[in-house]
């Protein structure tokens, strides 16, 4: 008998003949299936319905047409094209278990997947920067953060991951796949391809060690000197109010950073680790679901800010339609 994890036989080629992977996230655990979908499929709504409303709430209240909402409004469209790129595929693997899906899909799922993650370390450094200036610098944060750099902060983080993201995409999936080609996650991610790969894959793994360093952990580095400068700006402040309003928008950010960094630097820092791919796919589903379904909540929605804003927008709107 096979075990658990290998393909069906009827799912490794497609009609054309091509040859396709499968998805085989939880099959661990197939008696869960019904209810994980269920759990995955609120989270991916809570997420687009969270994310969606400060996208937009962002873009219509002049109140929040400032640098760190700016910023914010960039992470929300990252966390729906992550959620978007990922939640479906996964639903589709609790369903209907077994389903194929070709080299070119996966390969483009991966793809989007490595420049989201590139994209969203690389704001939430900028982001930490931005409250670095606003409490550290106060005199010259207007000056120094003015609408031109701050788009062009955006763009950067949005273009930096794609070349990165395409040229392992392009080189992974330029290695020859043997046996099985049944892949033990719920997601095309690095780790789980090269366990199927049957060639000397050090250097792509060093390579990706240091990009990793590269975009996680530089990135880590910056944000926490910068909280540390906050930190013992916070402390001198004379007024208590303001001591725990910065305290209140830092504090949230940090929680978002460390489950996002945490996560992925477990999981693409050594792509061949002796962790079960069990526990990976545990591990993946932090930054993956459980963040972007958290962002909104963590960052805005608790904010007095954004409920002020929620509540303007609202009563612009029924205004409008209202005879």
Request: proline letters at 7%; glycine letters at 4%.
């Amino acid at each position: 008998m096979p075990p658990f994890w290998a393909a069906p036989p009827w799912t490794n080629h497609s009609r054309s003949g091509e040859l396709e992977f499968v998805l085989l996230g939880f099959a661990h655990v197939p008696s869960l299936r019904p209810m994980l979908a269920v759990l995955f499929l609120a989270a991916f709504l809570l997420t687009l319905l969270g994310n969606t409303l400060i996208v937009l709430l962002t873009s219509l209240d002049p109140g929040l047409r400032v640098p760190m909402y700016l910023f914010l409004r960039q992470l929300a469209l990252v966390e729906i094209c992550f959620s978007l790129d990922v939640a479906p595929r996964l639903l589709v693997t609790l369903l209907w278990p077994g389903r194929g899906m070709y080299p070119t899909s996966c390969a483009l799922q991966l793809f989007l997947v490595l420049s989201c993650v590139t994209t969203e370390s690389l704001l939430l450094t900028v982001m930490a920067w931005d409250r670095f200036l606003a409490i550290c610098r106060p005199l010259h944060y207007g000056t120094i953060m003015s609408l031109r750099l701050c788009h062009l902060l955006a763009t950067t983080c949005w273009l930096a991951g794609i070349p990165v993201a395409l040229v392992f995409t392009i080189w992974l999936f330029n290695f020859p796949y043997c046996g099985s080609r049944g892949i033990r996650h719920y997601l095309c991610d690095i780790p789980p391809l090269l366990s199927l790969v049957c060639a000397d894959t050090r250097v792509f793994e060093v390579s990706i060690f240091v990009i990793t360093v590269v975009f996680m952990m530089v990135p880590v580095s910056l944000i926490l000197m910068s909280y540390t400068r906050i930190l013992v700006a916070v402390l001198w402040m004379p007024s208590s109010s303001g001591r725990h309003k910065a305290l209140s928008t830092c504090v949230s950010h940090l929680i978002v950073v460390i489950l996002f960094y945490c996560t992925t630097g477990v999981i693409h820092l050594r792509p061949k680790s002796s962790y079960s791919p069990e526990s990976k796919q545990v591990v993946s589903l932090s930054y993956t679901m459980v963040t972007p379904m958290l962002n909104p909540l963590i960052y805005s929605l608790r904010n007095k800010e954004v409920k002020a804003a929620l509540v303007r927008v609202f009563i612009q709107r029924r205004g409008t339609f209202t005879p």
